[in-house]
């Protein structure tokens, strides 16, 4: 007669040591690379695109939003920074060649997503802001809020480079 103490022992131990084994794989299978996780990115044309155009790109991380910044603007964003009406990307870090004051690799030059980063919902250029379509959020032409008390962070700048011929290429997450 087969005694159920070994028998229950047994199972537990097989119960443990298969489920160890399926947390050991669990874990190192999201710490081996496999090769197919490459970076997707989306190439955006901006070569005619003119001094205080704003163009809005779809992608599958959601819609981008470019601005070919005037001087004026960019003197805006110059003389906030000179009375400290910012506090810069503190909770972002950028990429090391990104300007702080302008958030972007160019002065003239500004790319992020157009949504909300808390609410999730769209973001509209108007009257050199942008706006949060479902909350009282504005954001200045360097993406930071500076109107809204519901405001969560500033809107969040994908990684992309620019190339010589106006080609922007921007990472998607």
Do not use: W
Request: with cysteine; hydrophobic share 45%; net charge negative.
């Amino acid at each position: 007669m087969v005694n159920n103490k070994i028998v229950l022992r047994v199972t537990v131990k097989l119960m443990f040591i298969f489920g160890l084994g399926f947390v050991i794989y669990v874990f190192m299978a999201g710490l081996v690379d496999d090769g197919k996780s490459e970076s997707a990115f989306v190439v955006i044309d901006i070569a005619e695109l003119k001094s205080g155009d704003i163009k809005y790109f779809s992608t599958s991380s959601g819609n981008l939003l470019v601005l070919k910044r005037t001087d004026a603007m960019i003197n805006d964003l110059v003389n906030a920074q000179d009375r400290n009406l910012y506090a810069y990307d503190a909770e972002q870090n950028l990429a090391e060649d990104m300007h702080p004051v302008f958030r972007s690799r160019r002065k003239d030059l500004f790319v992020a997503y157009a949504i909300d980063p808390f609410y999730r919902c769209e973001i509209k250029y108007s009257d050199d802001t942008f706006k949060s379509v479902c909350v009282d959020v504005e954001y200045n032409l360097a993406g930071r809020v500076y109107k809204g008390k519901y405001s969560q962070g500033n809107l969040k700048v994908p990684d992309y480079q620019i190339g010589t011929d106006m080609i922007v290429k921007v990472i998607i997450e």
